[in-house]
């Protein structure tokens, strides 16, 4: 007599899966960043299951952050997910290699230094090394994704296609991407004027954009006519962090 099949656990699939914790690696693969979002018919059809099934994979993934509702229906990378893919980048070796680089930079610009990096939709704040040189302290939140109009993300969207060159005293450009060579950096300077980000690109070799760079600081502390000294450490720093 042949031997029979090894009994399966409660919700046990093929292979010995785990059958709901194969369906959300299933479900989390169709995010890319030329389809960065989920919704209840993609869900159901992805699944093999109805609308009301693939609502309640999708509200729990949103209750444990995994997933963030975008509008009724759809859903998008949410704090946790993206905290998961800042470790695992982190893994790639940028975070570390920025760190000694960081503690430099905040020192010669006694300004908060973030470094962030692609997080399927939105920069991720991977590492934060504040300035603790003056009395008020600029700091932002690990694991935190930054909004469209960040410096940061203007950065990450822009790069590539907007790399120009100009020679003489910096030019900012409309939107506030700064013209350096064959990169790009940008400028933002918040509502209500108190605060300003100065963001330069991380590198491979090849040129492809791993992570941003960014300088952050009260305005009084990095007036304007400051920018181009600022500029230029800020690229000598992303020059230094070696990634593959």
Request: contains cysteine; aromatic residues 2%; glycine residues 10%.
């Amino acid at each position: 007599m042949g031997e029979s099949e090894p009994a399966r656990t409660e919700g046990e699939g093929p292979g010995g899966d785990i059958q709901v914790i194969a369906r959300i690696a299933t479900l989390l693969e169709c995010l890319d960043p030329g389809s960065p979002s989920l919704d209840t018919a993609t869900t159901a059809k992805v699944l093999g299951v109805g609308r009301s099934t693939a609502h309640r994979y999708l509200a729990s993934l949103e209750k444990r952050g995994l997933l963030r509702r975008r509008d009724v229906t759809t859903y998008e990378p949410g704090p946790a997910l993206c905290r998961i893919g800042t470790l695992a980048l982190a893994r790639l070796g940028v975070v570390e290699a920025a760190g000694p680089v960081m503690h430099e930079l905040v020192q010669e610009v006694r300004s908060t230094v973030v470094l962030s990096v692609w997080g399927g939709q939105a920069p991720v704040v991977a590492r934060v090394v504040p300035d603790t040189s003056r009395f008020t302290t600029l700091s932002v939140q690990v694991g935190r994704s930054l909004p469209p109009e960040a410096a940061q993300s203007r950065l990450f969207a822009a790069h590539h296609a907007r790399s120009r060159r100009v020679g003489g005293r910096l030019r900012v450009l409309d939107d506030g991407l700064i013209p350096i060579g064959d990169l790009l950096v940008a400028r933002q300077v918040y509502p209500g004027g108190g605060v300003k980000t100065i963001a330069a690109p991380v590198r491979t070799a090849d040129g492809t954009i791993v992570a941003t760079l960014a300088v952050i600081g009260m305005t009084v502390f990095m007036p304007d006519d400051e920018d181009d000294v600022l500029v230029e450490r800020l690229t000598d720093a992303v020059s230094r962090i070696a990634v593959n």
